[in-house]
């Protein structure tokens, strides 16, 4: 796929679940990744599909604050399409409970987050 189709593509998809977890999170959502991270020159979208993740620093990650933990939803290679930072232990409870009410699987690899 040509560069410029893979990322209108990709940036397709990270609006839509953009938009999802704003009407979870009250607007808190970031934009992340439009293309998935890979060693060929071969250009690829993110995935169409919706997993959700929270990276914590156990995940070999680096937060620069102790203000929680950071929600991704990533597709299937992990790549993060949003996120939203500072999510409190509370917060991710009630965050878990929507995603299974929503059918929205979690994600146990490893996450691709936005340098």
Do not use: C, H
Not at 83 to 107: C, H, M, S
């Amino acid at each position: 796929m040509q560069y410029f189709q893979a990322l209108k593509l990709g940036q397709k998809r990270v609006a839509e679940a953009r938009e999802y977890l704003n009407t979870l999170t009250n607007g808190k959502a970031m934009p992340a990744l439009a293309l998935v991270a890979n060693n060929s020159k071969v250009w690829a979208p993110v995935g169409e599909e919706n997993l959700y993740a929270f990276v914590d620093e156990s995940a070999g990650f680096v937060l620069t604050d102790n203000s929680g933990y950071i929600l991704a939803l990533v597709d299937k290679t992990g790549s993060s399409k949003t996120i939203v930072q500072g999510v409190t232990n509370q917060q991710k409870e009630i965050l878990e409970k929507a995603f299974q009410t929503d059918n929205i699987p979690k994600f146990e690899g490893k996450v691709i987050l936005p340098v």
